[in-house]
């Protein structure tokens, strides 16, 4: 059974793991890092000492989702607005030897859970670049439409189309029933 649980600084050496090559490591972290690879003492100092680059102490949650296995993947949520209405996921990554065995979309499932009935969203959303076709079929099959936004980022000398998709609380609601 998957279950999702507050992000501990011991997870971090586990979860670096997963990224064998700079590529995937991008595809993960975007342009947050400025080295490959980094040390779980890196992960731990932008997730717990920076909490994440957000300014506000009570904006940054980090995951991790486990199994009777152990640790399987790791995702972020912050709030975007002074409201605290739209909720946005990001550095979402699963155990590379587990991808394609449904541990993303049950994931992203309890993450969106999470974001809808106990931080009271409004909205959900997230990015994904378009060369990450597998990630993105994963957000599609969870309820997650593309919005028609995009942007580029520079990536490894090249540009990456960030693709925007969202949830708002009446499609969650729709895909409970």
Request: charged share 25%.
């Amino acid at each position: 059974m998957l279950r999702l649980r507050p992000y501990k600084p011991c997870d971090a050496q586990t979860i670096i793991s997963w990224c064998k090559d700079e590529v995937s490591f991008r595809k993960w972290t975007s342009d947050r890092y400025d080295h490959f690879p980094i040390t779980a003492d890196d992960l731990n100092h932008k997730y717990i000492d920076l909490n994440g680059d957000c300014p506000d102490g009570d904006n940054f949650y980090a995951m991790t989702a486990f199994d009777e296995s152990g640790v399987v993947g790791s995702l972020i949520l912050r709030y975007t607005d002074e409201a605290r209405t739209a909720v946005r996921l990001g550095f979402i990554i699963v155990d590379d030897t587990k991808r394609g065995k449904g541990y993303g979309k049950g994931m992203i499932t309890l993450a969106v859970k999470y974001a809808f009935e106990l931080l009271g969203a409004q909205s959900v959303s997230l990015g994904v670049f378009d060369n990450n076709p597998a990630a993105r079929h994963c957000y599609r099959a969870v309820g997650f439409a593309e919005t028609g936004e995009s942007f580029d980022c520079a990536i490894l000398g090249e540009n990456w189309t960030v693709i925007e998709l969202a949830m708002d609380r009446d499609t969650y609601l729709r895909n409970q029933k």
